[in-house]
């Protein structure tokens, strides 16, 4: 920024009682110094300014035209204030530093040495902006506040009250953060967030989503979800966890490691869903409210690699435990429970409170209508189970087999290809 040096003018200012101003200073019309200020060597100081008691602007520094400095003020040496800017009492801004025009600085705020202030920032009291930090145009920060050094806030942000940023972050154009939220060094967020937010190291959020309040995000962590997406207040997203190409709207928590990728299609998560650390979401999948997915599962939509394919869906409630597997093209109606290490083959088929225990599996193309399959139960490709069926621990259907309504298979019992297996008596 470029303040004139004034031209020479027969206008004397007005200095206070005790005011002191260096031989080498350059000062426009209609300047006051109030009691007791200092005003440095090679000091410039525009037209229409007034500087406070006891204020202290050091040697080369540089004052725009209309611009209030406040009791008690410092301006470092080189630094740098706009014209029509405010700088409240007790307010510092050290060498260096370049405030643009129209600039405010309330009450006992502190400027880092080489920060830049762009055109229009508001700083509230208290607040505390570090060395070589980057506030852009129009952006408000919050009282109490502290921005650490090397930190970058683009334009039109808004940064509430009591919000700790980490060294190295970047907050892009246009995004605002509740009040009390903290957020770790070498980050990267867009969009807006709720009060209270708390976010890790090196963390990634972009997309311009929408976040509730008391969102805890880990370290490593990579979103990028678009305005579409609306976490919830109290989302928990664990360390390293990565979305992409996916739409949230609701309550997310995840465990350290959880991986949710589109890649041919958008994945949506609808509503309270919980995924256990390790756990995999690839493709084009739709999950509804309540589900609770265990450590290391994989969920796996289309590919692309085929037209025909179709978005897996997982209905309300349903539960897959730690390591279960559900291929791509299946359909899990609500309430569905698949145990530990169990396995769902492609465009699987279940109804309402389908029941698949630990290590059961299930092949390609089945239709598991509400049925219960016991614990390293087998089931063929294109098997069709009616209502209420239940086949025991170990047993084997092998492929286009049916078995009927509310039929019973005992354990360890073999149902040949193409067999079918009556229910009971009517």
């Known amino acids: 920024m470029d303040v004139p040096i004034p031209t020479a003018s027969t206008a004397r200012p007005d200095l206070g009682e005790d005011a002191q101003v260096a031989a080498s200073a350059h000062l426009g019309d209609s300047v006051t110094i109030g009691d007791g200020a200092q005003v440095g060597e090679d000091v410039t100081i525009g037209s229409h300014v007034t ?3 006891g204020a202290v602007i050091r040697d080369g520094a ?8 406040g009791d008690d003020v410092t301006i470092g040496e080189r630094a740098s204030v706009g014209d029509d800017s405010i700088i409240r009492e007790g307010a510092t801004v050290q060498n260096g530093s370049v405030l643009g025009d129209a600039v405010c600085l309330d009450e006992d705020v502190s400027v880092g040495g080489g920060a830049r202030i762009g055109r229009g920032v508001r700083v509230e009291p208290s607040t505390r902006i570090g060395a070589d930090v980057n506030v852009e145009d129009g952006t408000q920060i919050g009282e109490s506040s502290v921005l650490k050094g090397r930190t970058i806030i683009r334009r039109s942000t808004r940064l509430g009250d009591a919000v700790t940023i980490g060294k190295s972050t970047e907050i892009h154009a246009e995004t605002s953060i509740g009040n009390g939220s ?3 060094s ?3 967020l867009e969009g807006s967030f709720g009060d209270e937010l708390e976010v890790g190291t090196r963390t990634r959020l972009l997309g311009g989503s929408t976040w509730g309040d008391n969102v805890q995000i ?4 990579k979103i990028e979800t678009d305005a579409r997406s609306r976490f919830a207040d109290d989302t928990q997203l664990g360390d390293k966890t990565s979305i992409t190409s996916a739409v949230v709207t609701g309550e997310l928590s995840t465990g350290d490691g959880v ?9 949506e998560l609808h509503g309270t869903i919980t995924l256990g650390a390790d756990s995999r979401l690839d493709g084009a999948i739709t999950l509804q409210d309540g589900i609770e997915i265990g450590e290391s599962v994989q969920i796996h939509g289309p590919s692309g690699a085929h037209p025909d394919e179709v978005v897996t869906q997982i209905d309300g409630h349903c539960e897959a435990l730690d390591h279960a597997i559900v291929r791509s093209g299946t359909k899990l109606g609500e309430r569905t429970m698949i145990g530990s290490a169990a396995e769902i083959g492609h465009r699987v088929t279940t109804g309402a409170g389908s029941v698949f225990g630990d290590g059961a599996t299930v092949g390609n193309f089945s239709v598991i209508n509400g049925s219960v399959l016991g614990d390293s139960a087998t089931v063929g490709c294109g098997v069709e189970m009616g209502y209420g069926a239940e086949l025991g ?5 092998e492929e286009n087999a049916v078995i009927e309504q509310y039929a019973r298979v005992e354990a360890g019992r073999l149902v040949p290809r193409g067999a079918v297996v009556p229910g009971p008596p009517a």
Do not use: L, N
Not at 62 to 69: Q, R, V
Not at 218 to 221: A, P, Q, W
């Open 259 to 267: 991986t949710i990728q589109g890649r041919a299609g958008t994945s």
């Open 186 to 188: 070498r980050t990267r």
């Open 62 to 69: 540089m004052i725009g035209a209309g611009t209030s400095i």
């Open 393 to 397: 621990e170990r047993v084997v259907v």
């Open 51 to 53: 500087v406070g008691a």
């Open 182 to 184: 903290r957020i770790g």
């Open 218 to 221: 880990g370290d490593g962590v």
